[in-house]
Structures are given as structure tokens and as C-alpha cells.
């Protein structure tokens, strides 16, 4: 693998997680208990427990926040397939 | 769960889990590094942090993968289940110590940056004078942080049991990175052949555990055979009170349990981190899952308010002393169980 291909991978990589760390700030702080009720009136320590997964997954949260919706997903097991 | 999330929900069990776990890491690294100015007092404390800290996490890394066939081959071990997410945690910190240290003493004095430096590693110009081990133990220590940082149960809730529990399984991924990454670090740096066989002992402990777990899991799963849309399951003796007993019905596990009066059946799979309902028992009228202690009502799979968990429930049957179970789960959880009075059967 060429040293710049390396390169363009690395900053592929920084730009993601600075999208990540923009995105998951104001989550933590106002939006996370709009998709998940749990989360409302929750504790400092874990919004902050939960930050760095925000990082990296702030596409799953994005969606989920694009649903409008405080409800959880609906798990898919092969029982519930069946049933729906 | 309908209730309001915490940090990290303490109690006495994990208190006394963690303060255990913590003081056994320190004792280790104290120990090791102790140690190690002892016998080799050229060596930099630098350096014997970076060499204790790997072989303690690797360590870790080996106890936590034995945990989940350990509890499938005997109950006994099911308290190491309760915190295993603990040790991963913990697990993960100790490795990423090892991380930061070992990037600031090999790659962070030079002229490139040092997330780079470990990739165009001048020093291993080719293959055939060193592998370049360290971006496995990179991608590794990825992967364990994505499973540390996705350990709080607000991922469980918002990725769902499936993809959470998916997603975690990329530990054997991070197992086999983390096996090249000290494997061809060991060969290039020590001559003794000692490190070398504990690593190789170690790989062959797990697979030999999943082997064997695998094999004895898998005797357990052969499909029922069907009949007007129910299948047998067995005998209503062979039942104990507020147990189940396990068939495996619609590609996955159905627990039928029987109480005093009624045989009832729901999936066997736990909304929670799909654990091993079958395995659990009745307790003040619930399903119990052995390895959380999520309950389920027998009768309508729900867990008790506050908590909003749900599993399928199916309907029952007896016929001549044989439990028969639908093998379509009951479409609105509204399910009438099988009666052990003698009466007429329901179905």
C-alpha cells in the first residue's frame, strides 16, 4: 500500500471523527433524549460515558434522530420475524 | 428499560467486582515492572510499562473470551458473566496505555506523525527483515474501542441485541489482529521461545473451549419435529417446576416453562443481550434470565412495568402427557397456556 494512499486514509479517517466530535457534542448535551427516553433528566457522567461512542457512530445517530422519534428500534430476532 | 440512565448502574456486586479487578491490574503492573528493574536493570520503567501492560491485556483479553463457553459448558461460571463488560472496559484501558505508550517511545520522536510513522515504519523497509506487526495491533485496539465505547446499554437500546451483540463479536477479530500484532512482535524482539509458546497455548485454550462449547450447544438444537402446525416437545414430567425445557422451534430456542398449573411457552432468546432464557427460572411469577436477571411474564412475554422489554409467547398443548408447541409465535402475545388441571386442553 503506497505511503500516500496511507495518507488520503488517515485524513479520510481525522475528517470523519472531527464530523464526529462536531456532531456528538450538541447530541449529548440537547438531543440524545430525543431518541431515547431513558435518557431524559440522565446523569452528566453518562452523557459523557456515551460521547465517544457518539464519535464514532454518528451516522446510526443521525438516522435515529432523522426518524423523529423517542421510541426504540425494534429488535429483529427470528421469533419477532415470524410474529410480525 | 424504562427507566432513567446512568454513568454506571453501582451497586455492592459490582463495586466489589471492580475493586477486585482493579487491584489485581495494579498488582500485575507492580509486580511485572518491580520485577523487571530487579532483573534487568537496564530496562526503562518506559519500556517494562509497555511490555506489562500488553501482556496484561492480552491476558485479560484471553479470560474474557473464556468466560462465554465457560458458562455454556457449567453454570458455575455464570457470575463471571454478571460484569464481563467491566473487564472489557477495563480490558481496553490497559491495552490503550500500552498503545499510547508505545507510540510516544517509537514514532512520536520523529520527523512524520506518529499515527502515520506506524504505518511507513523506516525501520522494517520490507517484509522479509520484519512483518509490520504494529498496524494489526492498531486495528485491534480499534475494535476494542468501539466495543468499549458501545458497552453502556444506550447502545444496546439503540443499535437492538442483534446488532450490538454483532457488533461485539468483532472481539475474535480483535483477538486474531492482537495474535499477529504480539506474535510477530515476539519473533522480531526476543530470542526465548517461551512468549512464544504461551501465545500459541493460549489461542489453542480458546479454540479448543469454543470447540468443545460449539459441539455441545449444537446437540441441544436438533429441530422438533412438526405436526398440524405444533411440534413435540416432551414429556409434561420431564418439565421441573418453574423450569423449562428448550426446543428449538422457527430457527431459534423456545423455552417452555411450567408453573403449578400450566405449561407456557416464549422465545428463548432475552431482549436484553439475547441471553439464554431456557436457562433461567420462574421467580415471583416471572421468566428470570440467568445471565441479567431480565424478567418476562410466562403468560404475555412482558417485562414488568416500568421496563418495556417484550419476547414472543407461543401457545401450548398436552396430549397424552406430551407438550406440543405452535410453532408460529402468537401474533399479539395474547396467549392462552396449556392447563395441567386435567381440564380440556386450550390451543
Known amino acids: 500500500?503506497?505511503?500516500?494512499?496511507?495518507?488520503?486514509?488517515?485524513?479520510?479517517?481525522?475528517?470523519?471523527?472531527?464530523?464526529?466530535?462536531?456532531?456528538?457534542?450538541?447530541?449529548?448535551?440537547?438531543?440524545?433524549?430525543?431518541?431515547?427516553?431513558?435518557?431524559?433528566?440522565?446523569?452528566?457522567?453518562?452523557?459523557?460515558?456515551v460521547f465517544p461512542g457518539a464519535v464514532a457512530l454518528?451516522?446510526?445517530?443521525?438516522?435515529?434522530?432523522?426518524?423523529?422519534?423517542?421510541?426504540?428500534?425494534?429488535?429483529?430476532?427470528?421469533?419477532?420475524?415470524?410474529?410480525? | 428499560m424504562g427507566h432513567t440512565y446512568e454513568a454506571v448502574g453501582w451497586n455492592r456486586q459490582k463495586k466489589h467486582y471492580d475493586g477486585v479487578l482493579w487491584s489485581g491490574i495494579l498488582l500485575y503492573l507492580a509486580v511485572f515492572v518491580g520485577g523487571g528493574l530487579l532483573w534487568s536493570?537496564?530496562?526503562?520503567?518506559?519500556?517494562?510499562?509497555?511490555?506489562?501492560?500488553?501482556?496484561?491485556?492480552?491476558?485479560?483479553?484471553?479470560?474474557?473470551?473464556?468466560?462465554?463457553?465457560?458458562?455454556?459448558?457449567?453454570?458455575?461460571?455464570?457470575?463471571l458473566l454478571y460484569n464481563r463488560r467491566h473487564l472489557g472496559v477495563s480490558m481496553f484501558i490497559v491495552a490503550l496505555v500500552h498503545g499510547v505508550l508505545s507510540i510516544v517511545q517509537f514514532h512520536a520522536m520523529g520527523d512524520i506523525n506518529p499515527?502515520?510513522?506506524?504505518?511507513?515504519?523506516?525501520?522494517?523497509?520490507?517484509?522479509?527483515?520484519?512483518?509490520?506487526?504494529?498496524?494489526?495491533?492498531?486495528?485491534?485496539?480499534?475494535i476494542l474501542f468501539l466495543m468499549a465505547a458501545t458497552s453502556h446499554d444506550f447502545w444496546l437500546n439503540q443499535l437492538t441485541a442483534p446488532v450490538w451483540k454483532s457488533l461485539h463479536m468483532l472481539v475474535y477479530l480483535a483477538y486474531a489482529l492482537l495474535f499477529g500484532h504480539v506474535i510477530f512482535g515476539i519473533v522480531q524482539d526476543t530470542s526465548s521461545l517461551i512468549p512464544l509458546i504461551l501465545?500459541?497455548?493460549?489461542?489453542?485454550?480458546?479454540?479448543?473451549?469454543?470447540?468443545?462449547?460449539?459441539?455441545?450447544?449444537?446437540?441441544?438444537?436438533?429441530?422438533?419435529?412438526?405436526?398440524d402446525?405444533?411440534?413435540?416437545?416432551?414429556?409434561?414430567?420431564?418439565?421441573?417446576?418453574?423450569?423449562?425445557?428448550?426446543?428449538?422451534?422457527?430457527?431459534?430456542?423456545?423455552?417452555?416453562?411450567r408453573s403449578d398449573k400450566e405449561i407456557t411457552a416464549i422465545s428463548g432468546v432475552c431482549q436484553h443481550q439475547n441471553g439464554p432464557l431456557g436457562e433461567g427460572r420462574i421467580i415471583d411469577g416471572f421468566v428470570t434470565c440467568p445471565w441479567h436477571g431480565y424478567q418476562y411474564c410466562p403468560l404475555t412475554g412482558k417485562s414488568p412495568e416500568p421496563f418495556t422489554e417484550s419476547v414472543p409467547t407461543f401457545r401450548t398443548a398436552i396430549e397424552d402427557g406430551q407438550v406440543f408447541v405452535s410453532e408460529i409465535p402468537d401474533p399479539e402475545n395474547i396467549h392462552s397456556p396449556a392447563s395441567l388441571t386435567g381440564d380440556k386442553v386450550n390451543d
Open chain 2, 199 to 227: 501465545t500459541v497455548a493460549g489461542a489453542l485454550w480458546l479454540v479448543c473451549l469454543h470447540l468443545v462449547a460449539g459441539f455441545r450447544e449444537k446437540k441441544r438444537d436438533t429441530p422438533a419435529t412438526s405436526k
Open chain 2, 115 to 142: 499515527i502515520l510513522s506506524i504505518f511507513v515504519n523506516d525501520s522494517v523497509p520490507d517484509w522479509s527483515t520484519g512483518f509490520p506487526f504494529q498496524p494489526l495491533g492498531l486495528f485491534g485496539l480499534i
Open chain 2, 229 to 257: 402446525g405444533f411440534v413435540r416437545v416432551c414429556r409434561v414430567d420431564e418439565i421441573e417446576l418453574n423450569r423449562a425445557v428448550t426446543a428449538l422451534v422457527g430457527r431459534e430456542r423456545v423455552a417452555i416453562f
Open chain 1, 1 to 49: 500500500m503506497s505511503d500516500a494512499l496511507i495518507v488520503w486514509l488517515l485524513y479520510l479517517a481525522l475528517a470523519y471523527l472531527s464530523i464526529g466530535v462536531l456532531f456528538a457534542i450538541p447530541f449529548v448535551l440537547w438531543r440524545i433524549d430525543h431518541i431515547d427516553a431513558s435518557a431524559v433528566k440522565s446523569t452528566r457522567g453518562f452523557r459523557l460515558i
Open chain 1, 58 to 84: 454518528w451516522p446510526v445517530l443521525l438516522n435515529r434522530l432523522s426518524t423523529s422519534t423517542s421510541d426504540l428500534p425494534r429488535e429483529r430476532t427470528a421469533h419477532k420475524e415470524i410474529q410480525q
Open chain 2, 41 to 79: 536493570p537496564d530496562s526503562t520503567l518506559e519500556t517494562l510499562l509497555i511490555r506489562g501492560t500488553s501482556t496484561l491485556a492480552f491476558l485479560l483479553l484471553h479470560v474474557i473470551l473464556s468466560i462465554g463457553p465457560l458458562t455454556r459448558l457449567h453454570p458455575g461460571f455464570l457470575p
